[in-house]
């Protein structure tokens, strides 16, 4: 498939079902890979329910010349969404077509200005739409986020089925909302059980990348629209963020570490 000018790669970000935490991944692992150094786009595909607006915390709407709309700049990504076109009382009833198009125009009619990676945030699932848009964006790979749950329940495995069905290599699995630790004594719990993950992207045949704590911080600063990966870059949460980012680049990019 034909790339889009002045973008080099295209990560999308999928999970099976909704809820999974998906977009605070998507978005930690953005500004990860920004901080490693790269210009980053973060195109929040999730029409349905938009929510790069809240998690990046930005309330403005974006500039439009003629017919090119310029992405918003904050804590050094460039970021789209459709919720920065909509009002958050007013759902988007859309028909997967209608989905389609809108992201194929985001993708190509934004203006980017040059991008090493743009993370593609999927609308949760693997329906029409989703496929549709695996099939006619060029990406680069895919991450599957997956709760310790959803993974033994198969959910995530359609994750990855639709994108092998399509040939887009998958990076791997990131289990979110793993382990809880407490915020008053810090004791780690196994609320949706922990450990299988590993395992099962290994019986998957694909890469884990990762567990990502069940974490109040987490919450409260996705919530706040200041993203841990920047507001606490130090925390043990943001350093696994970015650990997920530096083996996402190191497949993105494998000819930077050849060098
Ligand atoms: N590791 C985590 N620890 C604590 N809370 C989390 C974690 N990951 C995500 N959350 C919270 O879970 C909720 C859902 O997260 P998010 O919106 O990222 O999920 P999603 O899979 O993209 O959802 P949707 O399917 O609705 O698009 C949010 O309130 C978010 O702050």
Redesign the pocket.
């Given at each position: 498939m034909a790339p889009i000018p002045g973008i080099k790669t295209i990560l999308a970000v999928a999970?099976g079902?909704?809820?999974?935490?998906?977009?605070?991944?998507?978005t930690n692992i953005a500004l990860g890979l920004a901080s490693l150094g790269f210009r980053v786009g973060l195109l929040d595909a999730?029409i349905y329910?938009p929510?790069a607006p809240k998690?990046m915390g930005i309330h403005e709407q974006p500039r439009i010349e003629g017919d090119r709309v310029f992405p918003i700049e904050k804590y050094g990504i460039k970021v789209m969404s459709m919720g920065f076109f909509m009002e958050e009382e007013n759902p988007v009833i859309w028909r997967g077509p209608m989905v389609v198009s809108a992201l194929m125009q985001f993708t190509r009619e934004v203006d980017w200005g040059g991008l090493d990676v743009l993370v593609l945030?999927m609308?949760?699932g693997t329906g029409d739409a989703q496929l549709t848009m695996a099939q006619q964006t060029p990406l680069t790979g895919a991450v599957i986020?997956s709760t310790p749950q959803d993974l033994a329940l198969i959910d995530a495995r359609k994750g990855l089925n639709m994108f092998k069905n399509v040939d887009v290599p998958i990076y791997g699995i990131v289990e979110?909302?793993?382990t809880f630790i407490c915020p008053h004594c810090g004791k780690p719990s196994d609320i949706f059980g922990h450990g299988g993950a590993e395992e099962d992207a290994r019986r998957l045949g694909v890469p884990f990348l990762g567990a990502?704590?069940?974490?109040?911080d987490?919450?409260e600063n996705?919530?706040a629209g200041t993203p841990v990966v920047v507001s606490q870059p130090d925390s043990t949460?943001a350093q696994i963020y970015k650990k997920i980012a530096i083996k996402v680049a190191a497949r993105l990019f494998p000819e930077d570490d050849a060098e």
């Open positions: 999970s079902k909704g809820g999974v935490g998906k977009s605070t991944c998507a999730d329910g929510s998690l945030d609308p949760p986020i979110n909302m793993s990502i704590p069940l974490h109040m987490i919450r996705s919530d949460h």
